[in-house]
């Protein structure tokens, strides 16, 4: 437990879930700044939400829906990404023109 200075939490599952893709610097750099793309698209049509077991049901379902770009986040900490640059934010949850 690194951190010392916000929410932390050891959060454990029954179900079996897969192991991500990515690499443990990615994730743990992620987790650090409070989200991070479980999968990610340029120019999202949708973007989904979840903590790390939402953001796995919410990659299979991603894969059903070949029509759309499809961001998956995994939002570890909702107050420290709050914290984050607006460029990083902008980065995962990009501002529509209307």
């Known amino acids: 437990m690194m951190q010392s200075s916000g929410p932390s939490a050891l959060l454990l599952t029954r179900q ?3 192991v991500l893709a990515q ?3 990615t ?5 650090s700044k409070g989200a ?3 999968l990610d698209c340029d ?3 949708l973007i989904f939400f979840g903590n790390w077991i939402g953001s796995c049901i919410s990659n299979r379902s991603s894969n059903m829906m070949n029509d759309k770009q ?3 986040v995994s ?3 909702w107050e420290i990404f709050d914290k984050q640059p607006d460029d ?3 980065s995962l949850i990009p501002s529509r023109e209307p």
């Open 43 to 45: 120019n999202p049509d």
């Open 27 to 31: 994730i743990n750099n992620g987790v």
């Open 75 to 77: 939002m570890t900490c």
């Open 70 to 72: 499809i961001r998956v």
């Open 23 to 25: 690499d443990m610097n």
């Open 36 to 38: 991070y793309a479980v």
């Open 88 to 90: 990083y934010k902008s």
């Open 16 to 18: 079996g879930v897969p």
